[in-house]
């Protein structure tokens, strides 16, 4: 099992541009989580999906972010325009659903100058 | 949720038993503690969870009080390799088929040896 892949794993973007995020999670996972780690807020959960369908979408930071699933083998998290508040690292994470447990990728850090 | 409440740090000796205490003491009855640990750079593992009865994997070992209001996770034989931030997690369900994880400050492991 290749377990829950990202991409690309480094990013250095300039301030204004657009940021796209890949995650693929492990296979026969309905359950998909977006999560965003900085030095001052810590690990917190952007979104999720369950069956490919948006559950909350509450720690979205604002509208310059946004989330897609459009199959059960890709989702992506797209920022835009990028600003330098949004460097952090961007984990993916997958679950067979339920309370069984969540699997992370290795994550993407994401720099905007 | 319930809160937990974990040592911002500890130190072990390698070789020896690492002991990580959680205070967790307004879980309900149907919450499951899970601990993740998060080595530099990675993104967070999951190593066990429990919700009444003790548990052992491989990794580790998690003792839970009869009162379910603290627990401690044994990792039994620490290496230099388990040097990380431990998560000690209690998951709510958030409703519409999907669990969330809400990520403390964790305790920062070092194992000296």
């Known amino acids: 099992d290749a377990g829950v892949i990202q991409s690309p794993r480094h990013e250095v973007t300039e301030m204004g541009q657009e940021v796209t995020l890949r995650c693929k999670p492990i296979s026969g996972h309905n359950s998909l989580f977006w999560y965003r780690q900085t030095m001052m807020r810590g690990l917190e959960l952007l979104i999720y999906f369950n069956n490919n369908v948006p559950i909350d979408d509450s720690g979205m930071p604002e509208d310059r972010f946004s989330a897609k699933m459009p199959n059960a083998s890709f989702s992506t998290l797209k920022i835009q325009p990028s600003e330098p508040r949004d460097s952090a690292v961007y984990f993916c994470a997958s679950s067979a659903g339920g309370p069984e447990t969540q699997y992370f990728g290795p994550g993407t850090r994401l720099l905007v100058l | 949720d319930a809160k937990t409440t974990q040592p911002p740090s500890m130190d072990c000796a390698e070789g020896r038993a690492a002991n990580l205490p959680c205070n967790h003491s307004t879980i309900s009855g149907n919450e499951y503690v899970y601990w993740y640990r998060q080595i530099h750079s990675q993104g967070p593992q999951y190593i066990i969870h429990g919700l009444k009865n003790n548990e052992t994997n491989e990794m580790a070992s998690l003792i839970i009080t009869e009162d379910r209001k603290s627990s401690t996770l044994i990792l039994p034989h620490a290496t230099l390799r388990d040097t990380a931030v431990y998560y000690c997690?209690?998951?709510?369900?958030?409703?519409?088929?999907?669990?969330?994880?809400?990520f403390g400050k964790g305790t920062k492991l070092s194992v000296i040896p």
């Open positions: 997690i209690v998951r709510s369900y958030s409703g519409a088929g999907s669990y969330q994880l809400t």
